[in-house]
């Protein structure tokens, strides 16, 4: 007997109802299931005592605490089997901190040691440089930190006074490692001698080319700010204090557009000054003196001072005659 078309309507229409509860009851479970695992937590693998750059990964120098499910980083380490595969090492890559979770961009990969190439981000490079004491800002500079690079070197040609000069080679460097620990064999501090620094290919080449041609300092900055777009060449003449004179101050980018009105205004004065009659001479003025004499002499006779010149001057009649 064949089915009525109504038949099959109804059949179509209870399957498609069906297949929408079994869809909603699906979202409804895993929801709840998703709900319980952030509710949760899960061992998370954190260094049970400070690990410095190049210490190897051991089971002893390791511990798994709870971690909430929803605040687990990114590369975190839940076993003890991925962290530390059987046979094979791991080195800590930067300083890890106690109680600080084991992350993977902060060891080698499995059975690698210790190596600057793994902290380098795609397209960089690490190169090398010498400093010393000062021109490494006395020690105080730290893998991590932000730099400015400074070239102190002769100018062939120039004259005596401008023959050397610094210049900002780079800005905004990032040290990866530096060669300074705490205290040496001797128990003293011992200072830095080289520092690494992240740079692209062209700065690369800058810095080795610089090592040749001068000496290089380092100028440690404050994270986050800007480079400077206007950098300014500094010589033996501008190691002074005058603000009018060697380097510009303030840089252009700071006097915007107040430089022409600067420029006008000193024309204006230099042309009122020019057009300014010439001073007149000073006249001196002579002035009189009268000589003390004799009561019956006295108005006949007077004596005139002309600068340290003096004339006596004979007068007509007599004081009260």
Do not use: H
């Not at 020690?139 to 400074?150: A, E, Y």
């Not at 100028?219 to 480079?227: A, C, F, M, T």
């Amino acid at each position: 007997m064949a089915m009525s078309r109504q038949t099959m309507f109804a059949l179509a229409g209870a399957l498609f109802l069906g297949l929408i509860a079994v869809l909603i009851a699906n979202a409804y479970l895993n929801r709840a299931q998703q709900k319980a695992y952030a509710g949760g937590t899960t061992k998370v693998a954190v260094a049970a005592q400070p690990l410095a750059y190049g210490t190897d990964i051991t089971p002893e120098r390791v511990r798994f605490v709870d971690y909430p499910n929803s605040s687990i980083p990114p590369g975190a380490f839940t076993n003890s089997t991925q962290l530390l595969p059987a046979g094979n090492k791991r080195v800590a890559l930067m300083p890890i901190a106690v109680n600080e979770p084991i992350l993977t961009g902060k060891i080698s990969g499995v059975g690698q040691g210790a190596s600057i190439a793994a902290l380098l981000p795609a397209g960089m490079r690490a190169a090398s440089v010498r400093i010393n004491d000062v021109s490494g800002v006395a020690g105080f500079i730290q893998p991590n930190d932000s730099v400015d690079v400074l070239i102190t070197r002769l100018i062939p040609g120039a004259q005596q006074g401008n023959a050397q000069v610094t210049d900002v080679l780079l800005q905004n460097v990032r040290v990866i490692a530096i060669d300074q620990d705490a205290k040496n064999a001797e128990g003293s501090p011992k200072v830095a001698k080289t520092a690494t620094l992240e740079v692209n290919p062209l700065d690369a080449q800058k810095l080795a080319l610089a090592q040749q041609a001068g000496d290089l300092s380092l100028v440690l900055r404050k994270p986050g700010e800007q480079n400077n777009p206007v950098v300014e060449t500094v010589s033996m003449n501008d190691l002074r204090y005058n603000m009018y004179g060697g380097a510009r101050y303030p840089a252009p980018a700071v006097v915007g557009n107040f430089g022409s009105a600067i420029g006008s205004s000193m024309d204006r004065s230099a042309a009122q000054m020019s057009a300014a009659p010439a001073p007149r001479p000073v006249r001196r003025v002579a002035f009189v003196k009268v000589k003390p004499s004799a009561p019956a002499d006295l108005g006949k006779q007077i004596e005139v001072y002309r600068g340290t010149k003096s004339d006596k001057v004979k007068v007509g009649g007599s004081y009260g005659g």
